[in-house]
Antibody, heavy 119, light 111 residues
Framework: QITLQESGPALVKPKETLTLTCTFS??????????LAWIRQPPGKALDWLALIYWDGDKHYSPSLKNRLSISRDTSRNQVVLTMRNMDPVDSATYFC???????????WGPGTPVSVSS | QSVLTQPPSVSGAPGQRVTISCTGSRSNLGAGYGVHWYQQFIGGAPRLLIYDSYTRPSDVPDRFSGSKSGTSASLVIKGLQAEDEATYYC???????????FGGGTMLTVL
């Protein structure tokens, strides 16, 4: 059984750096067309893709946020980490990690972790 | 403003058929990239309903189907049930943006 679980602070201050961790189980790393993505959803708004890392290390970022984002993987710890710099109240959202598998979309999702940006 | 355009809301009575549209452009759906559909209940995570435009995961009822033509795609729900009341999102890849993109979401109300 495959599981994904997001973790991180529920509250960060403006201008701080947010670090989120997606801890997973049941995934194998032998498919380079597979990886994990971060997607966020502000309250009452649509889903917004942030970043994606494939198991071979290939990384992709949202063009509007790429200067603030960094994604990395630690296969020994079964984790993918997202950092977002210079947080702003508009970044308040629920942050999800999801598996991407080739052309099959985001087929598995974690429950999400809410993040509020406020002083 | 989302790269993929969906109607904000649709509704239907139990047993009816509803269609949710997703309109893109030449750099995403029109470029041959598949469209994926997700169902999201309030307070929950999205669930993959249709991938690669037409394919249904094994745990998704066959009341749900997808299609794609040119720069547009559709999700059809037949035999509408109260439990289908949720928000539905389409998603694809955009080659101009080099980004995975979502629609703005469509809220389905079962009357």
């Amino acid at each position: 059984q495959i599981t994904l679980q997001e973790s991180g602070p529920a509250l960060v201050k403006p201008k701080e750096t947010l670090t989120l961790t997606c801890t997973f189980s049941g995934l194998s790393f032998d498919n380079n067309a597979e990886g994990l993505a971060w997607i966020r959803q502000p309250p009452g708004k649509a889903l917004d893709w942030l970043a994606l890392i494939y198991w071979d290390g290939d990384k992709h970022y949202s063009p509007s946020l790429k200067n603030r984002l960094s994604i990395s993987r630690d296969t020994s710890r079964n984790q993918v980490v997202l950092t977002m710099r210079n947080m702003d109240p508009v970044d308040s959202a629920t942050y999800f990690c999801a598996r991407v598998q080739g052309s099959a979309g985001f087929d598995l999702w974690g429950p999400g972790t809410p993040v509020s940006v406020s002083s | 403003q989302s790269v993929l355009t969906q109607p904000p809301s649709v509704s239907g009575a139990p047993g009816q058929r509803v269609t949710i549209s997703c309109t893109g452009s030449r750099s995403n759906l029109g470029a041959g990239y598949g469209v994926h559909w997700y169902q999201q209940f309030i307070g929950g995570a999205p669930r993959l309903l249709i991938y690669d435009s037409y394919t249904r995961p094994s745990d998704v009822p066959d009341r749900f189907s997808g299609s794609k033509s040119g720069t547009s795609a559709s999700l059809v729900i037949k035999g509408l049930q109260a439990e289908d009341e949720a928000t539905y999102y389409c998603q694809s890849y955009d080659s101009s943006l080099s980004a995975w993109v979502f629609g703005g979401g469509t809220m389905l109300t079962v009357l």
